[in-house]
């Protein structure tokens, strides 16, 4: 039963984006229907709406409102950093701003923030607005500072979990405790605490493990090579737990980007030889075992179990 209303929700979900997302400005709507079309597991939405059946059977008000705010806040970043990163493709078409244009692509990002701020104000909720306001400011700032670290080669685990819990936790524990601020919880309530733990584990392990692959997952799956991170410079766990491991190898090709051939393989080779690999496991492990934890605050439900079992996923999928 709860499987049939998650997928009635995402359904309803996919009608209400096409429509708020709806523009007689060709280019927009062009580049939206892009987003719309190309899908994605809708991964925020879903922690919308499982969050708030485990909070009451029924939902709480306004949850489509919460859920379209996350995912638009989500895409407008990704078109934001597709540009920024030089990336070529999104979820398998080209890019966005490849096929219409830096300015179009940019200004496209930030008619997706005007259509998140419409959404949330129709929820009557201020406190969301100041939850998403402190969101976007997080997001932005562990954006830039990944460049920053980047630049200034520095590699440390401390700005490593700032950079991710900004860039990714930050937005998934504002789908969780969102549900609760529509609920109504305050915030010391242990409900409302539970969630805002949980949406946090259940993000870093998502992008630990997103990072993970994207340097020992499988090209074929992934659909793209593997290495990209090490190519942009950018600080990553197995990265730092290399470096630990064999910091004057790993650090000169971290320094070069990986531009010899058989770079990207070589640290591949160095992440199962040195243990590195399985230490970044057990980390997703440890924030798996916390977002489990916190869901115990809440009454037992179908949706607190299914909210188990997506963070449990995270480490089904380090193959």
Not at 181 to 196: C, I, K, Q, S, T
Not at 232 to 252: D, F, N, S, Y
Not at 294 to 302: D, G, H, T
């Amino acid at each position: 039963m709860e499987a049939q209303a998650e997928i009635s929700f995402l359904e309803a979900f996919e009608r209400e984006l096409r429509a708020l997302l709806r523009s007689d400005v060709e280019f927009i709507q062009l580049i939206e229907d892009d987003l719309v079309y190309a899908g994605g597991k809708r991964v925020r939405p879903r922690l919308v709406h499982l969050a708030s059946r485990a909070l009451s059977p029924d939902g709480v008000p306004h949850e489509m409102r919460l859920a379209l705010a996350v995912e638009l806040l989500h895409s407008a970043t990704l078109l934001h950093d597709d540009l920024v990163d030089g990336a070529e493709t999104r979820r398998g078409r080209e890019a966005a701003y490849r096929r219409y244009g830096n300015a179009v692509s940019v200004l496209s990002g930030d008619y997706l923030l005007s259509r998140l701020l419409y959404s949330l104000a129709e929820t009557g909720r201020m406190e969301l607005v100041y939850l998403f306001a402190e969101v976007a400011r997080e997001l932005s700032e562990a954006e830039v500072l990944q460049f920053q670290a980047a630049a200034y080669g520095e590699h440390r685990e401390d700005l490593y979990f700032r950079i991710i819990r900004g860039k990714t936790a930050a937005l998934m524990q504002a789908a969780t405790e969102g549900a609760a601020v529509l609920f109504g919880l305050e915030p010391e309530h242990p409900w409302r605490r539970a969630l805002v733990e949980y949406g946090e584990a259940y993000g870093l392990a998502f992008q630990m493990r997103d990072d993970y692959l994207d340097l020992m997952g499988d090209p074929e799956r992934l659909g793209k090579p593997v290495g990209g991170d090490v190519r942009e410079g950018k600080v990553t766990l197995i990265l730092l737990r290399l470096l630990a491991h064999a910091p004057e190898e790993v650090g000169k090709i971290l320094a070069r980007r990986g531009e010899e051939e058989g770079d990207i393989e070589r640290l591949r080779t160095l992440a199962e030889a040195t243990g590195a690999a399985r230490e970044v496991a057990v980390r997703i492990a440890k924030e798996v075992a916390r977002a489990e934890a916190a869901l115990r605050a809440l009454p037992p439900s179908p949706a607190r179990e299914e909210l188990a079992e997506l963070a449990r996923g995270e480490l089904g999928r380090l193959g």
